[in-house]
């Protein structure tokens, strides 16, 4: 029980490892020496030479698919080799030629083609096509992943070609002739025409894929604009209309206020006025009236009399 507990937690902590190196792949440097550790692993002693095996990956480099091939270094210059989509023509040379190789070739998902982006200046193109990679690494008895070294492999008489017409998601389009871009180790990236239809060629082993002219921008329609400039009145109306309303409402409210308030001192005033003057009230037919009280003036003479002389 206990030895399956810990051969369960081995292989918890292997995936969690796997899945943080692949989301940790920031280069294309980073993700070939992947790919070719895992490679090296799955070539058992039964690897026999001049056959292609299917490498299986992680489920992290999902997309990724890589095959395999044995060669001896003289038996490839004599004869050349086929490789998934690599040709490699009669007189082809291997630097260093060790006894025994191990040819990898890659088909990395478009879904990887960002680490190219990040890597090589792509601006004005697109990639349309996987990247095709081919490379080559010592192989024997005796190596393994901390003694194995990427071996150079160069075109003879004639160039190595790489063809494009099954993996392109353009090649049943009429009409689009795609470039053939070439990856360099030093973050380079060449552009040439192809010699025929989606197929490229290549003095050298490395990294290759097809590539478009970025469509340019389409202008933003008048349409587009026209609902633009509309929502934009409609934006700044509704707050031009809003200020302007609660600045009439709350005039409103001061001018109600006001004549309140008027209204209240007025009847204020009336109250005081009746209650300082009392008026008499008597009946002027069969109506109660209020009536002043009389009062009459007092007559004066305002000159002493004085009598005349008789």
């Avoid at 692993?41 to 056959?51: A, E, I, L, R």
């Avoid at 494009?164 to 009409?175: D, E, P, Q, R």
């Avoid at 002739?177 to 990236?189: H, I, M, Q, T």
Wanted: hydrophobic content about 40%; aromatic content about 8%; charged content about 20%.
């Amino acid at each position: 029980m206990g030895s399956l507990f810990s051969l369960t937690l081995i292989i918890l902590l292997s995936l969690a490892l796997v899945r943080t190196e692949a989301q940790g792949i920031k280069s294309a440097r980073l993700l070939d020496l992947l790919i070719r550790d895992y490679t090296l692993k799955s070539s058992g002693v039964d690897f026999k030479t001049g056959m292609v095996h299917t490498v299986d990956l992680p489920a992290n480099f999902s997309g990724i698919k890589v095959d395999t091939v044995r060669f001896r270094c003289g038996s490839l210059r004599r004869y050349g080799a086929q490789v998934k989509e690599f040709h490699l023509g009669i007189g082809v040379t291997v630097q260093p030629c060790v006894e025994r190789l191990l040819v990898i070739r890659q088909n990395l998902d478009l879904n990887w083609s960002s680490i190219y982006y990040a890597n090589y200046d792509l601006s004005g193109y697109q990639i349309v096509s996987p990247i095709l990679g081919l490379l080559a690494y010592n192989f024997g008895s005796d190596v393994n992943v901390s003694n194995s070294f990427e071996i150079g492999i160069h075109a003879g008489g004639k160039p190595i070609t790489i063809d494009f017409i099954n993996v392109s998601t353009t090649a049943n389009v009429s009409g689009i002739r795609p470039l053939c871009a070439s990856f360099e180790n030093d973050g380079k990236v060449t552009l040439r025409n192809p010699t025929s239809p989606f197929v490229c060629v290549a003095t050298r082993h490395g990294h290759y894929g097809l590539v478009i002219k970025s469509p340019p921008a389409p202008p933003p329609s008048m349409q587009m604009m026209k609902k633009k400039i509309s929502l934009w009145k409609v934006v700044v109306g509704s707050s031009v209309g809003t200020a302007i309303g609660v600045i009439l409402l709350g005039l409103l409210l001061v001018a109600m206020f006001v004549k309140v308030k008027k209204k209240a001192r007025m009847e204020e005033m009336e109250r005081r006025a009746y209650e300082e003057e009392a008026l008499q009230v008597s009946m002027v037919g069969h109506v109660r009236a209020p009536t002043a009280t009389v009062t009459r003036t007092v007559p004066i003479i305002e000159h002493e009399y004085i009598p005349y002389p008789s």
